[in-house]
């Protein structure tokens, strides 16, 4: 899939399958963690949920090309998303999450 996803044309299905989807789903949880009063006030909820979709494209990638095995990927996959979203918790949220990592 990642493979057929690189070398697609933006207009191509499998890149809403995979992309936008995958968007959407990130944009419907970050909302409501908005709602949850879990993120800090003005996040860019477009562009959290972009950049967690591509952080998650990015370990895939290093995994593709053999810079993390395959029994280190849920955990890099996992990690890398929750980084992605640290910055953007309030500080009770980002203290949790810190003793979940």
Known sequence: ?????????ASDPIVSMLMGQ???FHKESLLEMQTAGQLREGTDIEFLA????LSGWGVIMA???????????KR???????NCLHSSLV??????????L
Do not use: N, Q
């Open 50 to 53: 972009r950049a967690i979709m």
């Open 76 to 82: 890099e996959y996992l990690r890398t998303s929750l």
């Open 1 to 9: 899939m990642a493979r057929m996803l690189f070398v697609a044309e």
């Open 91 to 100: 500080p009770e949220a980002a203290d949790s999450l810190d003793a979940f």
């Open 63 to 73: 995994w593709m090309k053999g810079y993390i095995a395959l029994h280190d990927f």
């Open 22 to 24: 995958t968007i959407r």
